[in-house]
């Protein structure tokens, strides 16, 4: 259900989110830039491991301020902004990670902006973009425009919601402060609720309210639950992670990158900033990478010269060194030595929980589904969200004359794992399976004409999982791996390396998660080397001791 639609009065919810409140957007989009470096540390080679969104935003703006960023990739640019077309038809867009980003992503929409990327609007359950939802619960089917179509029990479940929002969680008052950035009270909103549900999972928040005591609203809620829907493989996790993605807008009113989600880091891989600090004019990532990223990084570990990163070709020392691989590849494909990080942030590493989480795709000769059954005047089939194998089914069209893309499934967790195993073709079999009973007049086969594309990020080599999700008890460790960049702390040995990523993010799951930690690396690369933020644009280090996430008593 979109709930929360946006008040047009109110000003825009922005994604910095209720833990640590800065502003990145305006922090990127600064005249006076991110700050500078000391003249001789121009030209400085500074390590980004891996070439995701995250990776790629750091290496562009540590070019920016004059260093001499060298990315390592170990398999394709872009990372989990992974887009696949099918073999025979360039130019289809199959979106196996990254696929609908909220307006609430306001620095992730920086980037977007700056390698000029049109969006349109994703066609999640019940958007205004959606022709027409299918919702398939408990063997009932219910068909809908708008959220109001369905049966009364629907709207007796977001009524529920809206009212364990409210009261347990501020949300009003909550979203009237992020709308405004009213930093002091986001900050005292949000600390009181920190200790209080850390401990919660989202299912626990749920039952022990009253508001869902009936059992059949916690399982629809499950299945349709807030913005994208089927949310209800999250029940495990902790209640801070759902009030996060809540309070900020982040399943809301989604937008698709047109062209594809991978063109934004290969764009800005591309893309020329206007004024750097030490680099000529047409200087980009592309230009200072000329055979493309360094390969797969084999071992990091430090030496008297800095860090040094090795790869099966070679080995090379680093000033500093920005890590954006999802941190479970520092336990296992990337030897990383042990004195690189304290103790407590091992653990928080080895603590780090994924969820798992599958596609599958096909392309057919047109937009059937649009056709219009004569016999109950709706399309024949619609966005389908169902507590069946296929989990949620998207429909991608580029209008009547042109194939359309077909998500038969897109499955989180258990469900993804169900399919694990499987091949693409046999996966396929299954999810029609599952269609031919919701929609017993459709012959989807038919329509296919070309192989199936499918992936699951848990068997991923370079990945293991699609994202984290923080589980009840595990703030401490999200804080410790956010925070790791402010390193005044840190024994002179462990300086130097920087995390970010999704998964460093207090959103894992979310693009915005992976700019924001790159841009705060950025700002801990820019210190370690000497540099400071212009007067008139401190950064989140700057900003930090006002603003720190609140510490738990251990
Ligand atoms: N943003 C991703 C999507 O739209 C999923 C992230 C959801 N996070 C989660 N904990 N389930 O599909």
Same mark, same amino acid.
């Given at each position: ?12 919810? !922005? ?131 708008? !959220? ?99 309070? !900020? ?33 047409? !200087? ?141 073709? *046999? ?30 990020? *848990? ?96």
């Amino acid at each position: 259900m979109t709930a929360f639609a946006a008040d047009l009065s109110e000003p825009p919810i !922005t994604m910095f989110g209720p833990d640590f409140p800065f502003d990145y957007d305006r922090w990127a989009g600064h005249p006076d830039g991110l700050g500078s470096v000391p003249t001789d540390r121009l030209g400085t080679p500074v390590a980004v491991v891996g070439g995701g969104i995250s990776g790629v935003v750091a290496a562009y703006e540590l070019m920016r301020l004059g260093l001499r960023p060298v990315v390592f990739e170990a398999d394709q640019l872009g990372g989990r902004m992974r887009t696949a077309s099918f073999p025979g038809h360039p130019g289809t867009v199959a979106e196996l990670g990254a696929m609908r980003f909220p307006p609430s992503a306001t620095t992730l929409f920086h980037y977007v902006g700056l390698v000029g990327m049109e969006t349109r609007p994703f066609p999640n359950p019940l958007a205004p973009a959606t022709p027409h939802t299918v919702v398939d619960v408990n063997g009932a089917r219910h068909f809908a425009r708008v !959220t109001e179509d369905l049966p009364t029990v629907y709207q007796e479940v977001y009524d529920a919601w809206t009212k364990v929002l409210e009261e347990g969680a501020d949300f009003a008052a909550m979203d009237a402060a992020i709308r405004r950035r009213n930093t002091a009270t986001i900050k005292a909103l949000w600390n009181r609720l920190v200790p209080l549900l850390d401990d919660r999972s989202f299912y626990g928040f749920l039952a022990s309210s009253s508001a869902f005591a009936s059992f059949r609203h916690r399982e629809i809620f499950g299945q349709v639950g807030f913005g994208s829907g089927g949310w209800d493989t999250d029940f495990p996790n902790s209640m801070l992670e759902i009030l996060r993605v809540v309070y !900020t807008g982040a399943d809301d009113r989604h937008r698709a990158l047109v062209g594809g989600a991978q063109q934004l880091p290969l764009r800005l891989w591309r893309h020329a900033p206007g004024r750097t600090a030490h680099w000529p004019a047409g !200087t980009s990532l592309a230009s200072l990478h000329p055979g493309g990223p360094r390969p797969a990084v084999t071992r990091i570990s430090r030496t008297g010269g800095g860090i040094r990163v090795e790869t099966a070709g070679g080995a090379a020392e680093f000033a500093a060194a920005v890590l954006t691989p999802q941190v479970r590849l520092l336990l296992s494909r990337i030897d990383t030595a042990e004195d690189l990080f304290p103790a407590d942030v091992w653990t928080a590493i080895e603590r780090t929980h994924y969820m798992g989480g599958s596609k599958l795709f096909a392309l057919v000769d047109r937009p059937f589904w649009r056709d219009v059954d004569e016999r109950t005047g709706r399309p024949v089939m619609g966005m389908t969200l169902t507590d069946r194998a296929p989990r949620g089914v998207y429909l991608f069209d580029d209008g009547a004359g042109a194939p359309g893309v077909m998500c038969l499934s897109y499955t989180w967790n258990d469900d993804s794992l169900k399919v694990a195993a499987l091949p693409a073709e *046999e996966r396929l079999d299954v999810m029609l399976r599952h269609l031919r009973r919701i929609y017993p007049g459709v012959d989807i086969r038919s329509r296919i004409i070309a192989p199936p594309l499918s992936v699951t990020w *848990e068997t991923e080599p370079h990945f293991m999982g699609a994202f984290k999700g923080n589980l009840p008890g595990h703030y401490r460790y999200q804080r410790r791996l956010f925070t790791h960049f402010m390193q005044d702390g840190l024994a002179g040995h462990q300086r130097g390396v920087f995390l970010a990523g999704d998964d460093v993010s207090w959103t894992g799951g979310f693009a915005e998660g992976a700019v924001t930690t790159a841009l705060n690396a950025v700002w801990g690369v820019m210190r370690h080397l000497g540099g400071r933020t212009p007067t008139a644009n401190p950064g989140p280090g700057d900003a930090f001791p006002a603003i720190a996430p609140i510490e738990l008593p251990y």
